[in-house]
């Protein structure tokens, strides 16, 4: 275990680093799963019950672990970072930040409905680095006159493809969330979905996802109309069974992103490498198929690439990243007055 001031050489480490960061209701809302913790426990846990099966007298002195996603964008390892919202209370530079991380790293980031900074604005900070591919998180959104400027909104700072996430409905039962009455700090603002926590203050944040989230959403409202509207790739984030998958297929989707939301909406699925086969073999090779959940050592990779996934995942680790590089004094502040937190440019520590 890495003490203070010792080199952070794993996520674990930097799980730790960065969480002793964070005030507790922060802390707790970015690292908590839903009601029991059962999905967010298994996520990583059934990583431990695959064994790698190793051949020996490989050369492996000219290994790459670049490859093309997307149809065509080269990116230097098959990993992503996962779209995750308020990521400001972790760092005040937030999705700017992990943009530059991302892309100084040449690896593809997604952008939250629920970024604290703009689509222009987190895209440019990446793209001012060197090419990175963006992915635009979608929810299927009452409004859909903001619905759809934000696919143009994204269509044009030159997103990849939209991942919508179709596992939530209505917002997972966070119990932390709950007991801290949790609401987003003064002062961060939610430019992509155009609020403010100003105007969102009377509302906790199953109150204010419940309001602007439609649990009405299903596939055949929702998919050929986004089809009908975007010509960006569409992809369906939160697939975890083969029927779900082949649904994918018929409306069809360009992939699906295996994903239970790193444990935070419905408890008690299943670990996402464990739902991945099933996933795969339904695509039979007609969409792609990304994962997400738990995943945070190489070999977690590598277990989901044997599994048929083309490329990983990761929210959580990103998160602690910044908050990492959160200098003790703005850290001493956060929770009360992040608009004045006077935080150095951050470094994500997760990437960089
Ligand atoms: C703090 C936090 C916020 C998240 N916000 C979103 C979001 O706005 N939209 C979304 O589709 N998924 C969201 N996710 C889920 C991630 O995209 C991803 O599926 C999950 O974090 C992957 O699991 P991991 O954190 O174990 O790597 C969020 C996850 C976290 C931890
Ligand atoms: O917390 C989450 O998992 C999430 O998806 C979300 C939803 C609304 C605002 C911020 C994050």
């Known amino acids: 275990m890495a003490k203070e001031g010792e080199k952070m050489l794993s996520v674990a480490d930097l799980e730790r680093a960065g969480s002793k960061k964070l005030p507790d209701s922060i802390r707790e809302f970015y690292n908590s799963g839903s009601t029991e913790q059962l999905t967010i426990h298994e996520n990583s846990r059934a990583f431990s019950k695959y064994r790698v099966r190793p051949r020996v007298l490989v050369d492996v002195s000219k290994a790459d672990t670049s490859t093309n996603l997307f149809g065509g964008q080269r990116v230097s390892f098959p990993l992503g970072v996962s779209p995750a919202g308020v990521q400001a209370m972790a760092h005040p530079d937030g999705e700017t930040a992990t943009s530059r991380a991302c892309a100084k790293r040449g690896v593809s980031m997604g952008i939250s409905s629920f970024s604290n900074y703009s689509i222009t604005e987190v895209r440019s900070a990446g793209t001012n680095v060197a090419p990175i591919i963006h992915v635009m998180q979608l929810y299927t959104m009452k409004d859909r006159d903001l619905q759809l400027r934000i696919i143009r909104d994204a269509e044009l700072a030159g997103c990849t493809a939209i991942f919508l996430t179709a596992d939530s409905p209505v917002l997972g039962v966070r119990y932390n969330e709950w007991r801290n009455d949790f609401r987003t700090p003064a002062g961060l603002a939610f430019p992509i979905i155009e609020l403010t926590t100003e105007r969102i203050q009377n509302q906790t944040h199953d109150s204010g996802f419940t309001a602007f ?140």
């Open 213 to 352: 989230n439609d649990d009405a959403h299903n596939w055949t409202r929702d998919i050929p109309w986004l089809r009908s509207v975007t010509k960006m790739q569409i992809w369906i984030k939160g697939v975890l069974t083969a029927e779900d998958t082949l649904l994918a297929v018929q409306y069809g989707c360009d992939g699906i992103i295996v994903s239970n939301h790193g444990g935070r909406q419905l408890d008690g699925v299943p670990a996402t490498i464990d739902a991945l086969p099933e996933c795969v073999a339904a695509a039979n090779g007609r969409i792609r198929v990304h994962v997400d959940g738990g995943i945070r050592t190489g070999t977690d990779i590598f277990k989901a690439l044997a599994f048929g996934a083309e490329c990983c995942w990761v929210g959580r680790p990103a998160i602690w990243g910044l908050a990492v590089s959160l200098s003790m004094a703005v850290a001493c502040q956060m929770g009360s007055v992040h608009t004045e937190c006077l935080g150095r440019p951050a470094e994500n520590s997760f990437a960089a």
